[in-house]
C-alpha cells in the first residue's frame, strides 16, 4: 500500500528565508506525486505536480520540487518565503497508470512564518 | 458554479443525532471524492464516484457512514447515530478522470459532535 510521510509537523521560518518541506513516500511503482497547501479555513489548492519526465518540477507561488527515486523523496522548495505562504503543506501520492483517486496524503506540515 | 462547492460550511449536533452534509461538484467532472480531515491526522479517504461506476467505499470507517450520488453530480455524506470522534473536517473534492488529473477541492464541512 502506499504512503506518505512528512516528518516535520511545524516549521518556522523568517521572512525572506529559504524553505524546504520534507516528504517521502512508499509506493510500489513510479507514482504520481502532487503538493497541496491549505490556508486557514480554506480548502486545498494545487501547488505542483509530478509524473514523469525532468525530476525538478515548478509549481505556482514560486514553489518547486524534486523528485528523488534513490531517496523515495519529494522536497518542497522555495527560495525566498514570504507571510502569505504561511499554511499547512500536504504532501500526497496517487497510483500512476489510471486516474489518480484515492490520493494517500501525509499528515501535513505547519508553516510559520516570522516577520 | 466555478469552484467545488460544500454545505453546511459547519455544524454543530449532538451526539446519536444524524447528519448530511453536501457536495456540489465543479460542472463536467465526472469524478467526485470525499476525504475526512481530523486534527494533526492529514486527509483520510473515505469514498470515490467516478461515473456510474460502483462507488469505491473502502474508506468508510463503519456502516454509519454512508454516501450517494444523484445524476453524477451532486453528493451526499451521511453519518448516522454520530460520535464524538466523527468530529472532524469534511472535505469534498472533484476531478475530471485522465491520468493526472487534478483534484479541486471545497472548503470543507466542518462537522462537531457534542
Known amino acids: 500500500a502506499q504512503s506518505v510521510t512528512q516528518p516535520d509537523i511545524h516549521i518556522t521560518v523568517s521572512e525572506g528565508a529559504s524553505l524546504e518541506l520534507r516528504c517521502n513516500y512508499s509506493y510500489g511503482a513510479t507514482p504520481y506525486l502532487f503538493w497541496y497547501v491549505q490556508s486557514p479555513g480554506q480548502g486545498l489548492q494545487l501547488l505542483l505536480k509530478y509524473f514523469s519526465g525532468d525530476t525538478l518540477v515548478q509549481g505556482i507561488k514560486g514553489f518547486e520540487a524534486e523528485f528523488k527515486r534513490s531517496q523515495s523523496s519529494f522536497n518542497l522548495r522555495k527560495p525566498s518565503v514570504h507571510w502569505s505562504d504561511a499554511a499547512e503543506y500536504f504532501c500526497a501520492v496517487g497510483r500512476s497508470g489510471g486516474s489518480n483517486y484515492k490520493l494517500t496524503f501525509g499528515k501535513g506540515t505547519l508553516l510559520t512564518v516570522n516577520p | 458554479g466555478a469552484g467545488v462547492s460544500q454545505s453546511p460550511s459547519n455544524k454543530v449536533t449532538e451526539k446519536g443525532k444524524d447528519v448530511e452534509l453536501r457536495c456540489d461538484p465543479i460542472s463536467g467532472h465526472t469524478a467526485l471524492y470525499w476525504y475526512r480531515q481530523s486534527l494533526g491526522q492529514g486527509l483520510e479517504f473515505l469514498i470515490y464516484?467516478?461515473?456510474?461506476?460502483?462507488?469505491?467505499k473502502s474508506g468508510l470507517p463503519s456502516d454509519r457512514f454512508s454516501a450517494e450520488r444523484t445524476g453524477g453530480s451532486v453528493s451526499t455524506l451521511t453519518i448516522q447515530r454520530t460520535q464524538q470522534e466523527d468530529s472532524a473536517v469534511y472535505l469534498c473534492a472533484s476531478s475530471l478522470v485522465r491520468r493526472g488529473g487534478e483534484l479541486f477541492f471545497g472548503e470543507g464541512s466542518r462537522l462537531t459532535v457534542l
Open positions: 464516484f467516478q461515473g456510474n461506476s460502483a462507488p469505491d
